[in-house]
Each structure stands twice: as structure tokens, then as C-alpha cells.
């Protein structure tokens, strides 16, 4: 448990940051569903759901690794399954960046919904399977 005491304050100002820009977003979505442009709702769960979900994944992470644990264990098995979870999230959201109609994804688009969370999630859970061989 040592090597992640190190950590520690980083997950907490990630934690923290992530709370506050999950804030933000719901007020950019109350401001935006005022004036909410034609197919709007299409795009809400492609683009705007997907960045909640991931800054509530980020707060989860650190919640576990602030947690007064005893042993490791329990802290990958959690964070390989979160990242088990994310990869298949991401699938989906990819199919609904891919079917909806309201808005048409550029290659950024696709990089930064799809691709590199996909990425973040599936090292969570490789990271899992690595540390609990050793």
C-alpha cells in the first residue's frame, strides 16, 4: 500500500477536478436544453453523456484509491472491473456516435469519444489481470 500513498493527493485533486467539471457540464446542459437546437436529444447520449459518465468514473477511481485499504487486492479487482465496464460502455457510445443523425463525428470526434477512453478503460483492466499475477 505504500507505493500508492505516494499517490494519494493526485487522486485527490483528479477526484476533486473531475467533481467540479461534472458540475459545469450539467450547468452547460441547462443552458444549452433552453435553446436546444433540432435533434438535439440524438446527440445528448453520443456526446454529452459520455463526458459525465467519464468524469463519474474518474471520481469513482479515486474514491477507491483513497480508501483506508488493508490489502491491493481489492483495490485492482475494483478498478479492472470499472475498467471492464468503461470498455464496454465505449462500444456503446461509439454505435450511438454512429447512428445518430443530429450532428456528423470528425476524426477529433471519434478520438476523443470512442478511441482513447476505450484505451484508458481497457489499461485499467489490463493493469488488473497484470497485478493480480504477480
Known amino acids: 500500500m505504500l507505493e500508492l500513498a505516494a499517490w494519494n493527493s493526485f487522486y485527490v485533486i483528479t477526484g476533486s477536478s473531475a467533481g467540479a467539471l461534472t458540475g459545469l457540464q450539467f450547468v452547460v446542459m441547462t443552458l444549452i436544453a433552453e435553446r436546444a437546437p433540432p435533434r438535439s436529444e440524438e ?3 453520443a456526446f454529452a453523456t459520455p463526458t459525465i459518465v467519464h468524469f463519474g468514473a474518474v471520481l469513482l477511481l479515486s474514491a477507491i484509491i483513497s480508501a483506508p485499504w488493508q490489502d491491493a ?3 485492482t479487482a475494483l478498478w479492472g ?3 471492464l465496464v468503461g470498455v464496454v460502455y465505449c462500444i456503446i457510445v461509439a454505435r450511438k456516435m454512429r447512428i445518430q443523425s443530429a450532428y456528423n463525428p470528425n476524426a477529433k470526434d471519434w478520438l476523443f469519444y ?3 477512453p476505450m484505451v484508458a478503460y481497457a489499461l485499467l ?8 499475477h504477480i
Open 43 to 45: 446527440a445528448g447520449p
Open 73 to 75: 487486492v481489492p483495490i
Open 81 to 83: 472491473l470499472i475498467g
Open 114 to 116: 470512442a478511441l482513447l
Open 125 to 132: 483492466a489490463c493493469r488488473h489481470l497484470w497485478l493480480s
